[in-house]
C-alpha cells in the first residue's frame, strides 16, 4: 500500500469557463472550512473568479480545454490558494490592471484581486506556466496582526 | 443565469438572476444589444436576484451605459445588494452609473 | 509548453469527514452541468456521500488524512463519478448491505448507492486500493434508453 | 449542522438544521443521548430545516429508537421534506418511525 497521505484540496478542471460555479463552490467551502463570513467569502469568490477568467483569457488564448489546477488550503483561520496553469508565462510587472478612472469595459480583474486578497503572488512554474498563489487572513487573524504590528 | 424582459411605460426592464461571469454574462450582452439596437431608453438593469457578479459582468454593463450615451438615452441600474454595491465600489463605478434604490423608481420617467 | 489537455473535474481531499460537503458541492455542480434536475441531484448528492463515508471508515479505517480522489465527469445527460482510495482493498463480493428488514443502526450505505446510481462497480486499482465508479444517467436519457428497449 | 433544544409541555425537542453526515451526526448524537439519559418522553425531532441527511444520520435516529424503547418512552419525527422522506422510505424505516407531519402534532401528548 502507497502512502498517500494529502493535507489541502486538489481540484483540476478545463480552462471553459462553464466550470466558473464548481470553482466558486469549492473555494466556497474551503472559505468555510476557515470560518469566513460571507462578505469575506463573497470577496475571494470574486478574486478566485477574475483570477481563473484570466488564465482562460490570458494564459489559453481563450482555449477551452486545457487543464487549471487549484489548490485549497484551509487553515483556522486563513485560506491559501494556488492557482496553476500550463500556458503562457507573462512577466508578473505586466500583469496589471487599467487605472480605474479610465472608465472602459474591463481591464480591472487584477486591481479586484489585489484589493481583496492579503497575498497575490504570480511566479513561473515547473510546467512553464504561472502559479498564482492567494492568502486572505480571517477577520480574528487579521485584526491579532494589526495590534501586533 | 436567467434574464427577463419587461416593459414599463417606456422603459425596458432585465430582470437578471444568478451567477454573472464570463461564462453567462454574453447571453446578457446579447439580450441587451437588440434593446441598444432599438435605442431603448430608459434602460432598467434590476440586478435584485444577483447571486454573483464579476467584472465581465461590469464590463457588459459599461458597454451598454457607453452604447446608450451615443444615442442620448438613458441606462439606470436598480436592486444592488451590498455585495453587489461594494465590486461597484471597488471598480470606482458608483458614481458613473446612475443608481436607483427600487425597481419602480428605476423605471418611472 | 506541455499539453494540458483535460476533459473532467478532478478533485483529491483527505479522508476526514469534514470535507464531505466539499465533496457533495463539487458533485452538486456537476450535476448541474449534465442538466439534472433537485430530486435526482440529492438522490446523488446521497450515493456519493455514502460511498465516500465508506472509505474513509472501511478503506481507511478512520484514519483522517489519506488521500480520497473524485473524478467527475459530467456529460450532456449522464454524470459519471470515479471515485478512488489507496486504502484496504476488499472483494467486492463482501460489499454488500445488510438485509434492510433487520432493522439497526448502520450497514445500508451501500444499498443506497446501489438504488440511486444506474451503474456501481468497484475494482482493484493500481494503488493497491479500490475504484468505485458510479454513473447515473439524466431523466431524459434514462426516458429515450426505456424506449428502445 | 445545528441543534436547538426546546421545552413543549413533557416534549423534548430538537430541531436540527443544515447537513447531517459522518461530520455532523455525531453531535446529534450527543445531543440526543444526553436527554435520553434522563429517559425523556416524547422525544421529537424536528426536520423541516435538514437540508441533507445521510445514512449516520438515520443511524443516529434508529439508535435514538432503539433507546427511547428501553425504558418505554416515545420517538417523533416531524417536517420530512420529500426527500428526506424518501430516504426514509429507501431505507424500509417509513413505518419503524413515528413520523408527524407538523411541530405542533408531533409535541402534542
Ligand atoms: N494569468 C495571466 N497570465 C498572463 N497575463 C495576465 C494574467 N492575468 C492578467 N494578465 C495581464 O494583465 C492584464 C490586466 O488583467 P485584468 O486586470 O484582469 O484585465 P483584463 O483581463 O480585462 O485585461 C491583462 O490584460 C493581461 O495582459
Ligand atoms: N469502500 C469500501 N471498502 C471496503 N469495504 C467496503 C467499502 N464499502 C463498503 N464496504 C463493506 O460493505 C459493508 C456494507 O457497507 P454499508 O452498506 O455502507 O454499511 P456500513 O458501512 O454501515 O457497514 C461494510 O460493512 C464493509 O464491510
Do not use: W
Amino acid at each position: 500500500m502507497m502512502p498517500a497521505a494529502l493535507d489541502r484540496v486538489r481540484c483540476s478542471v478545463p480552462s471553459h469557463p462553464k466550470y466558473l460555479p464548481l470553482v466558486r463552490s469549492v473555494v466556497q467551502e474551503g472559505a468555510n472550512l476557515s470560518g469566513f463570513d460571507a462578505d469575506l467569502t463573497q470577496r475571494i469568490l470574486l478574486a478566485v473568479t477574475e483570477a481563473v477568467t484570466n488564465v482562460i483569457r490570458h494564459a489559453y488564448d481563450g482555449r477551452d480545454d486545457q487543464r487549471i489546477d487549484l489548490d485549497v488550503i484551509a487553515g483556522e483561520h486563513e485560506l491559501q490558494l494556488d492557482l496553476v496553469d500550463y500556458g503562457q508565462f507573462v512577466d508578473p510587472k505586466h500583469i496589471e490592471s487599467r487605472p480605474l478612472d479610465e472608465v472602459r469595459p474591463g481591464g480591472i480583474g487584477v486591481h479586484l484581486i489585489k484589493s481583496t486578497m492579503d497575498r497575490v503572488e504570480y511566479v513561473k512554474n515547473e510546467h512553464g506556466g504561472t502559479t498564482l498563489t492567494m492568502v486572505k487572513h480571517g477577520a480574528a487573524e487579521a485584526a491579532a496582526e494589526k495590534e501586533t504590528t | 443565469m436567467n434574464v427577463t424582459q419587461e416593459t414599463h411605460g417606456s422603459a425596458t426592464l432585465f430582470i437578471v438572476e444568478g451567477q454573472v461571469d464570463m461564462h453567462t454574462s454574453p447571453e446578457l450582452r446579447g439580450h441587451l444589444r437588440t434593446a441598444l439596437g432599438n435605442q431603448a431608453s430608459p434602460l432598467v438593469v434590476d440586478l435584485t436576484d444577483v447571486a454573483f457578479i464579476d467584472s465581465s459582468g461590469l464590463a457588459t454593463l459599461i458597454e451598454a451605459l457607453q452604447a446608450v450615451g451615443k444615442y442620448g438615452g438613458k441606462l439606470r441600474l436598480c436592486g444592488l445588494s451590498p455585495e453587489v454595491r461594494k465590486l461597484f465600489d471597488l471598480a470606482q463605478l458608483s458614481t458613473i452609473f446612475d443608481l436607483r434604490d427600487t425597481r419602480a423608481e428605476a423605471v418611472a420617467d
